[in-house]
């Protein structure tokens, strides 16, 4: 077994954090489109329910994500951030 360092630099947690950011941004796009495939609520009444469900859970782990990214950034940079926004700890199921 890999006996990989739990305490990973910075810079390497910072960029896992932003390719998980990018991976995120485009499933949220990619249900987005999914009308351009012909996938419609009227068609598919149940998957359109839950994939919406899904981009909305993605949004919001999309959210926090950038919130974790401006802890090691300025907090005043692209994400839209101020000082008194609180990292909120999600956990995953």
């Not at 974790?68 to 956990?91: H, K, N, R, S």
């Amino acid at each position: 077994m890999n006996n990989l360092p739990y305490d990973l630099p910075k810079d390497n947690r910072l960029t896992r954090m932003r390719k998980r950011l990018q991976g995120l941004q485009r499933v949220a796009a990619a249900i987005n489109d999914l009308y351009i495939y012909g996938v419609y609520p009227s068609n598919y009444p149940n998957l359109t329910t839950v994939l919406e469900q899904a981009k909305d859970h993605t949004k919001h782990i999309i959210k926090e994500t950038k919130k974790e990214i401006a802890l090691f950034d300025d907090p005043m940079d692209q994400y839209d951030l101020t000082e008194q926004d609180q990292l909120e700890v999600i956990q995953d199921d």
